[in-house]
């Protein structure tokens, strides 16, 4: 018997999130060198907003699925009980409102929350998977995993980044010591700074004595950017290896083709007008930076200092628009715990994340002050085996 | 005084004829012979990664060895050598290939050519091979090793030349001059996605690339995508029989017909990234034959026979992908094994054609130990195989015998592709 999904999402307009994601399950996708067709199938929709291009009545006329004006209603298919396998939350774009940090209010707890209300009514919790961060608030995120775990219900979350090919296809071993990490995103705050948060995170993650918290975060930016550079609070070193990993260098690059050595040809504070430093205290003495350097590079690249290994870098390859098939490599991770009942990844890294990201931001309207960061005392392992694409 | 150690080399050649292959010095001088120079040709992208280095294993890497020579045949407004040349003084530009190699000694001065003979205005034949002069710049190149005496390492970017006897010709004056000679395009050292290497020794049944681009130019690239992975199969490559070209109308006839397997299609194409979508609204969706058929407007395959019975083909079908997709049908194994050799491409999706990168690298491996990386053969065949390619277009698609690419070669035990 297929697996029946329901899709509860903000929007479904082409090329949103939820479009190239759900679509996965009706059309299929490529998949370790097949075009693969879920053994799956999509019988109930709710979406939050219908502007104009919306898909899903199309989408649902023809592929026989009905959408339903609640949540509720599309969990438990117009009937009185709890009627799919799983469930699939898309809480990206559409027209939400951001709070004093800039954060997009997206509804993914509350969506989540009403999910939650049908499995303990109805007596019985399917897997759900809930695509990017959990919510813009850790607190509310916190209570959607300890839902998971109290009704015990496999849960996935978070970014394509995580799983997507990597250039070069290098995997941190686990048990390896990490000295420090570096990650170079770029975008807007906040959807993008979580992707490139989480990237950093599925690699440290599989440090020595695995993930035990944050204990402090600082977000500073503008020329204080530099100068933490200077004074040693960033590495340059990491920063040169990240970006040996880019194939999207800006200025001189695209004036004339050139290649160029950005962290000491001088052009980097000229071309980033607003950098942003992340810096993140781990429990256990790592210290980690995400380096946001909009108008230097389009692509996102990671970089650590590994105990008898040197410099590790890597790009997590964003493949291009339209097909953007990183969506697909996360797709078989969803699907696998629809399978299998298990996720691949643990869901407390995508709290983690949810949390640095917050208190980064609280960081930044409160005068980029350092923060301790007791709350983030989360604790887990990283799956033994890799899980992004490389088959 | 002391001796410079050219004017020691110099005095010391007891003949001219004698033609000494020596050990490379451990940090190379070279010399450049390009066609055209400007922003995004491949003369910009080789040679300015000798100048302004490039990203490597977690570094920006300088290659160890000084690009002190150039020559440019077309110099436009559009041209950046000059540019080149002003912030890299050590760099000099002369008028002509002798200049360039010999610096004004009158002798050989440098260690190592790279000869790039891609872009630039030239005249397309009536088969519609545009004819780069690469042949004409490796004789030049040739005429001062023998006027010196002294031969050393050459790389030729892309095809050895449009004309298949005169690319054997430079096959067979690199082996009687005795220098290493290296030479093809960026497909079979850039990275892949996966990140597999064909294992050794295995049976190959079937090979496809479905790639994109047209005839006498990406042709090449898809077979040197697929040559780089079969040549590493049982017995090594063994040369190949005959090629056929089918296009247009004649390329559906033949899909539908199964000259070439579909399963390795659609194994190629679950590996593309660029997948044009056969439906609006729909981002990444695999396409019927009837949304092929609409989509790509001038496909053409080249299906051809290797020796051993191996049969190969090379799709290009523009419109459809825009990168590099490669499947076999392996003995033993179930299902295709399959793989994108993944470009970078500067086409909006990014600034720098990474994928020089390990081209420029593995030529860096050739200058410091006077051994080719990757076998020439390789490319004498594909080269042999363009040429076939473009020669069964022109005769009307049918079928042309090719007893002259009885080309036999072991490949390399490591990969050299890019991986770390």
Redesign the interface.
């Known amino acids: 018997m297929p697996t029946r999904i329901a899709v509860v999402t903000t929007v479904y307009r082409y090329l949103t999130h939820a479009q190239h994601e759900a679509d996965r399950f009706l059309v299929g996708y490529p998949h370790n060198g097949k075009w693969h067709r879920p053994d799956a199938k999509i019988v109930s929709l709710y979406v939050d907003q219908k502007p104009e291009g919306d898909l899903s009545g199309a989408r649902a006329t023809e592929f026989g699925f009905k959408v339903y004006p609640t949540i509720a209603e599309a969990l438990r298919c117009g009937g009185e009980k709890l009627a799919v396998d799983a469930v699939l939350i898309i809480g990206e774009h559409g027209d939400y409102p951001r709070n004093e940090k800039g954060q997009v209010l997206y509804p993914r707890y509350e969506f989540f929350k009403q999910c939650v209300d049908v499995f303990e009514k109805d007596g019985r919790a399917v897997p759900v998977f809930n695509d990017k961060h959990l919510s813009y608030s850790f607190e509310k995120a916190k209570w959607m995993v300890d839902a998971s775990k109290r009704l015990k219900f496999p849960m996935l979350a978070g970014s394509s980044l995580p799983v997507t090919w990597r250039l070069p296809d290098i995997e941190l071993a686990l048990g390896c010591e990490i000295e420090e990490a570096l990650m170079v995103g770029v975008g807007e705050s906040d959807p993008m700074d979580y992707h490139a948060l989480e990237a950093m995170q599925c690699m440290i993650e599989r440090r020595n004595g695995g993930e035990t918290g944050v204990k402090a975060v600082e977000m500073i930016e503008g020329e204080a950017v530099w100068k933490a550079g200077n004074d040693g609070r960033w590495s340059k070193e990491l920063l040169t290896a990240a970006l040996s990993r880019s194939d999207t260098p800006q200025g001189l690059t695209v004036k004339d083709g050139r290649t160029q050595d950005l962290v000491h040809n001088g052009e980097l504070p000229k071309l980033v007008k607003d950098p942003a430093a992340y810096f993140i205290e781990y429990s256990d003495g790592l210290k980690a930076t995400l380096l946001m350097l909009n108008g230097a590079l389009t692509d996102f690249n990671f970089a650590a200092r590994v105990k008898g290994l040197g410099l590790q870098s890597t790009q997590f390859l964003l493949t291009p628009t339209p097909n953007v098939t990183y969506s697909a490599c996360l797709m078989g991770k969803v699907e696998e715990m629809f399978t299998t009942g298990k996720a691949p990844y643990p869901v407390e890294r995508t709290l983690i994340v949810s949390g640095i990201l917050e208190s980064c931001l609280t960081s930044r309207i409160q005068g980029h002050k350092r923060l301790e960061t007791p709350h983030l005392n989360v604790r887990y392992q990283a799956p033994r085996d890799s899980q992004h694409c490389r088959a | 005084m002391p001796i410079s150690r050219r004017e020691f080399i110099g005095g010391t050649v007891a003949a001219p004829l004698l033609l000494i292959a020596q050990k490379p010095p451990s940090r190379p001088k070279l010399a450049a012979v390009c066609t055209i120079y400007h922003?995004?040709s491949h003369a910009?992208?080789i040679v300015?990664?000798f100048l302004?280095?490039?990203?490597?294993?977690?570094?920006?890497?300088h290659p160890p060895m000084d690009l002190v020579a150039l020559f440019v045949d077309q110099v436009g407004n559009d041209d950046?050598s000059r540019?080149r040349a002003t912030r890299y003084p050590q760099m000099k530009i002369y008028p002509t290939i002798a200049e360039a190699l010999t610096r004004g000694t009158g002798k050989l001065a440098v260690d190592g050519v790279v000869l790039v003979g891609e872009h630039g205005h030239y005249e397309r034949n009536e088969k519609g091979q545009t004819k780069y002069p690469r042949y004409e710049f490796f004789q030049q190149i040739v005429k001062v090793f023998r006027a010196s005496g002294r031969s050393v390492p050459v790389f030729n970017d892309k095809h050895l030349s449009w004309n298949w006897d005169w690319a054997k010709e430079m096959y067979d004056t690199s082996r009687d001059l005795k220098f290493a000679f290296m030479a093809g395009s960026s497909l079979p050292v850039t990275?892949r996605?996966?990140?597999l290497e064909m294992p050794a020794g295995v049976r190959v049944r079937e090979a496809m690339c479905v790639c994109y681009g047209g005839v006498d130019s990406y042709d090449f690239h898809g077979l040197e995508t697929m040559q780089c992975m079969v040549e590493r199969r049982k017995g090594g490559e063994s040369g190949v029989k005959w090629l056929q070209a089918y296009r247009g109308e004649n390329f559906w006839k033949a899909h539908q017909a199964g000259v070439w397997p579909h399963d390795l299609v659609?194994?190629a194409?679950?590996?593309?990234?660029?997948?044009t979508?056969a439906r609006e609204?729909?981002?990444?969706?695999?396409p019927t034959l009837d949304d092929m058929r609409r989509i790509v407007k001038d496909p053409v395959a080249y299906r051809y026979e290797h020796a051993d019975g191996l049969h190969s083909t090379m799709l290009l079908m523009s419109g459809l992908v825009s990168d590099f997709n490669f499947?076999a049908r392996i003995e033993g194994r179930a299902?295709?094994?399959?793989?994108q050799m993944?470009l970078?491409m500067?086409d909006g999706?990014?600034?720098?054609?990474?994928f020089f990168t390990p081209q420029v690298n593995n030529m860096e491996k050739m200058f410091l130990t006077g051994r080719p990386a990757y076998p020439v053969e390789r490319t004498l065949l594909t080269t042999g195989l363009t040429a076939a390619g473009v020669e069964s277009l022109f005769r009307n698609q049918t079928r042309f015998d090719t007893p002259h690419l009885a080309i036999h070669y072991q490949a390399t035990k490591e990969s050299t592709f890019?991986?770390?």
């Open positions: 922003r995004m910009q992208h300015d990664r302004d280095g490039y990203g490597w294993n977690s570094t920006h890497h950046l540019e990275w996605t996966p990140s659609e194994a194409l679950s590996r593309s990234h660029t997948l979508p609204g729909f981002n990444d969706i695999l499947a299902e295709p094994f399959s793989t993944y970078p500067p999706r990014t600034t720098l054609a990474n890019w991986r770390t």
